[in-house]
Structure formats: structure tokens, C-alpha cells
């Protein structure tokens, strides 16, 4: 039975992976354009910018915090 199956995009393509869709607001900076690994991009269906921008400083805020934790 056919289904969903989520992969990163750093995980090697396959010939079984079948279509593939990239659900992300901007595109991967460290995948060069000739290398791309997906057949459609959905930037539609991507958290907006405002929740990815609010996850990002939260997630660099907490590894900050920790980097100065481990530093003491």
C-alpha cells in the first residue's frame, strides 16, 4: 500500500523515494541547484515566515545559552 514517507534532504535518493516534495519556506542554502533532489517545491504548505523566523531565534537563543553553560 502506497503511502507518506518524510526524509531528509541530506539522506541519499533512492528509486524506490517515488515522487518527491520539498515542504520548506526558502530553499536549502547547502544544496547547490544542479544537486537538487525533489520533483515539486511546496513553499505553500511551510510554516510562515514569522513562525520560522520566531523558531529560529529561539533555537539560536537556546544554543547560546547552552554554548555559555558549557564554556563555565
Do not use: V
Not at 19 to 36: G, M, N, V
Amino acid at each position: 500500500m502506497p503511502g507518506l514517507k518524510l526524509k531528509s534532504l541530506k539522506e541519499p535518493t533512492k528509486q524506490q523515494d517515488g515522487f518527491r516534495i520539498l515542504i520548506a519556506r526558502y530553499r536549502p542554502r547547502y544544496l547547490p541547484k544542479s544537486e537538487e533532489n525533489w520533483h515539486e517545491w511546496w513553499k505553500e504548505l511551510a510554516p510562515s515566515r514569522e513562525l520560522h523566523k520566531e523558531y529560529m531565534i529561539k533555537l539560536l537563543t537556546g544554543l547560546c545559552i547552552r554554548n555559555a553553560f558549557c564554556l563555565k
